[in-house]
């Protein structure tokens, strides 16, 4: 196997601060006057000699960030009206004046101007429980294809787990076709793209017999797996009028996981060990003990002193309270977990980053993992973690898969201790650097599914390129 030799060691913080240290530029950001900010920032680096390079570095980070915002807020009333209207066709500034003040219809005020979230719209009759029936009253109510899958696969894994007394069963071998693609002529003719992909982490149990099959270039570099955000790194030269494509295709088997936890089985945690002290502590900027989390603690756990059943409560408290949406990039939100908080809703990332957060408060281990979900009714992004309990170990949690539609408590609390056998494990934690490192700001600073791409004039943001997941499923479903 040939490898590409160069290796970048200016390595940058993966996870860089959101505020700078000029007053006068936070405040301007933060009241959403971008523009102005924007000129701040220039005539401070254009005018600072004092300045150092990785100060430099996150001012001009605080730009991008600035255009990552636009972009995802790039919605006027007149857009999310017409969407809304089918479903409210009497709808009026009233009524989005106040789905606006319960967070149910995202929005930001950016120079002056109201600006909604890409898909706000949609997104409030998914939050909004009063909308959410409205669309079920005009559309009807419809079954989820994924859902359905789930309540066939779920009750499977749990049968065979029990006959065979195995918490590692239904294995699923998969073949993928994963695909990054440049735009044309979005770098010049002749330069140079550095791309990283998403790769298999080694070393689950759930994840086995990884299988590199082919890759469209020579030289190229398997990210050892000591990297707990995976990789593979090419490079490609672009061609005028062309799009610049990296491809790559592998094999590997994904088995389900199912432990049938009892609670009173569980052992007292070793408080000093380092498992225990590393995984329970605060990681800024996204998991903080805030006053709100210690008082919202108090009030979903109790008195509660059974680990599991801690985690059960909290598990149940934010499937109950906290709908799925869609949600802004990551890297433009300061404190994630306490963005699900504010805006009472979150995607698979956000919910997980709050279960966890939670979880480590109340003395619980607990670390991210994410990849893809690669079920045949959807194939997607995902995001979920792991939680240890003494007696059993790292256990799953899909905190976004939530209770099932069961009456089969087995099947009802299956992602809280359970997983399926379609998915595809790229992170074992979040915001860690990439190998070879990157240059500049990546497109995702926390998590990492889609890949990345940079060339010597700077970052490609996700505007500039498209990805694409093919899945052969090699075995019988």
Same mark, same amino acid.
Request: hydrophobic share 35%.
């Given at each position: 196997?040939?490898?590409?030799?160069?290796?970048?060691?200016?390595?940058?913080?993966?996870?860089?601060?959101?505020?700078?240290?000029?007053?006068?530029?936070?405040?301007?950001?933060?009241?959403?006057?971008?523009?102005?900010?924007?000129?701040?920032?220039?005539?401070?680096?254009?005018?600072?000699?004092?300045?150092?390079?990785?100060e430099k570095y996150d001012l001009e980070f605080e730009k991008d960030k600035m255009n990552r915002v636009r972009l995802d807020f790039n919605?006027?009333?007149?857009?999310?009206?017409?969407?809304?209207?089918?479903?409210?066709?009497?709808?009026?500034?009233?009524?989005?004046?106040?789905?606006?003040?319960?967070?149910?219809?995202?929005?930001?005020?950016?120079?002056?101007?109201?600006?909604?979230?890409?898909?706000?719209?949609?997104?409030?009759?998914?939050?909004?429980?009063?909308?959410?029936?409205?669309?079920?009253?005009?559309?009807?109510?419809?079954?989820?294809?994924?859902?359905?899958?789930?309540?066939?696969?779920?009750?499977?894994?749990?049968?065979?787990?029990?006959?065979?007394?195995?918490?590692?069963?239904?294995?699923?071998?998969?073949?993928?076709?994963?695909?990054?693609?440049?735009?044309?002529?979005?770098?010049?003719?002749?330069?140079?793209?550095?791309?990283?992909?998403?790769?298999?982490?080694?070393?689950?149990?759930?994840?086995?017999?990884?299988?590199?099959?082919?890759?469209?270039?020579?030289?190229?570099?398997?990210?050892?797996?000591?990297?707990?955000?995976?990789?593979?790194?090419?490079?490609?030269?672009?061609?005028?009028?062309?799009?610049?494509?990296?491809?790559?295709?592998?094999?590997?088997?994904?088995?389900?996981?199912?432990?049938?936890?009892?609670?009173?089985?569980?052992?007292?945690?070793?408080?000093?060990?380092?498992?225990?002290?590393?995984?329970?502590?605060?990681?800024?900027?996204?998991?903080?003990?805030?006053?709100?989390?210690?008082?919202?603690?108090?009030? #979903? *756990?109790? &008195? !509660?002193?059974?680990?599991? @059943?801690?985690?059960? $409560? +909290?598990?149940?408290?934010?499937?109950?309270?906290?709908?799925?949406?869609?949600?802004?990039?990551?890297?433009?939100?300061?404190?994630?977990?306490?963005?699900?908080?504010?805006?009472?809703?979150?995607?698979?990332?956000?919910?997980?980053?709050?279960?966890?957060?939670?979880?480590?408060?109340?003395?619980?281990?607990?670390?991210?993992?994410?990849?893809?979900?690669?079920?045949?009714?959807?194939?997607?992004?995902?995001?979920?973690?792991?939680?240890?309990?003494?007696?059993?170990?790292?256990?799953?949690?899909?905190?976004?898969?939530?209770?099932?539609?069961?009456?089969?408590?087995?099947?009802?609390?299956?992602?809280?201790?359970?997983?399926?056998?379609?998915?595809? #494990? *790229?992170? &074992? !934690?979040?915001?860690?650097? @990439?190998?070879?490192? $990157? +240059?500049?700001?990546?497109?995702?600073?926390?998590?990492?599914?889609?890949?990345?791409?940079?060339?010597?004039?700077?970052?490609?943001?996700?505007?500039?390129?498209?990805?694409?997941?093919?899945?052969?499923?090699?075995?019988?479903?």
């Open positions: 196997m040939k490898k590409y030799l160069l290796i970048i060691v200016y390595l940058l913080s993966g996870c860089l601060s959101a505020q700078t240290k000029f007053e006068s530029i936070n405040k301007e950001i933060f009241a959403g006057n971008f523009t102005n900010a924007t000129k701040m920032i220039d005539s401070v680096i254009a005018n600072t000699a004092s300045l150092n390079s990785l919605k006027t009333k007149d857009d999310v009206i017409p969407y809304i209207k089918k479903y409210y066709p009497e709808v009026n500034e009233t009524m989005l004046e106040k789905w606006e003040k319960d967070k149910s219809l995202e929005c930001k005020i950016i120079d002056g101007q109201k600006k909604y979230f890409a898909r706000a719209a949609s997104n409030l009759f998914l939050i909004n429980k009063e909308a959410k029936l409205q669309k079920e009253k005009v559309n009807g109510k419809t079954v989820d294809k994924l859902d359905e899958f789930l309540l066939k696969h779920i009750p499977e894994i749990i049968d065979q787990s029990t006959k065979l007394n195995k918490q590692i069963v239904v294995p699923i071998k998969m073949r993928i076709k994963y695909s990054l693609t440049v735009l044309p002529n979005t770098v010049p003719d002749g330069e140079i793209i550095r791309c990283w992909l998403p790769f298999p982490r080694e070393g689950s149990k759930r994840q086995t017999e990884i299988k590199l099959i082919s890759i469209n270039e020579d030289n190229y570099i398997v990210a050892d797996n000591k990297n707990l955000q995976r990789t593979v790194y090419l490079e490609k030269k672009v061609e005028k009028d062309q799009p610049t494509t990296f491809l790559m295709e592998l094999e590997y088997t994904c088995s389900s996981e199912w432990l049938n936890i009892d609670p009173l089985k569980l052992k007292s945690y070793d408080i000093n060990s380092e498992l225990y002290n590393n995984f329970t502590e605060e990681r800024p900027p996204h998991i903080v003990f805030t006053d709100e989390i210690k008082n919202l603690s108090k009030k #979903i *756990v109790g &008195d !509660e002193s059974n680990p599991f @059943l801690k985690a059960r $409560k +909290i598990f149940e408290w934010i499937n109950d309270t906290k709908p799925w949406a869609s949600a802004r990039e990551y890297s433009t939100i300061e404190n994630i977990s306490d963005y699900c908080l504010a805006n009472c809703h979150g995607d698979c990332g956000i919910k997980t980053l709050l279960f966890m957060t939670l979880a480590r408060y109340n003395g619980i281990p607990t670390h991210w993992q994410s990849g893809w979900m690669m079920h045949p009714p959807e194939v997607n992004l995902h995001d979920w973690c792991e939680a240890y309990f003494e007696g059993y170990g790292w256990i799953p949690v899909d905190q976004s898969f939530g209770l099932q539609n069961s009456d089969d408590p087995k099947v009802k609390y299956f992602y809280l201790g359970g997983m399926d056998s379609y998915r595809l #494990i *790229v992170n &074992d !934690e979040y915001s860690q650097p @990439l190998f070879p490192a $990157k +240059i500049y700001p990546r497109s995702e600073t926390v998590d990492f599914q889609r890949g990345e791409v940079e060339w010597r004039g700077g970052n490609l943001y996700f505007d500039k390129w498209d990805y694409h997941m093919e899945v052969e499923y090699l075995e019988n479903l």
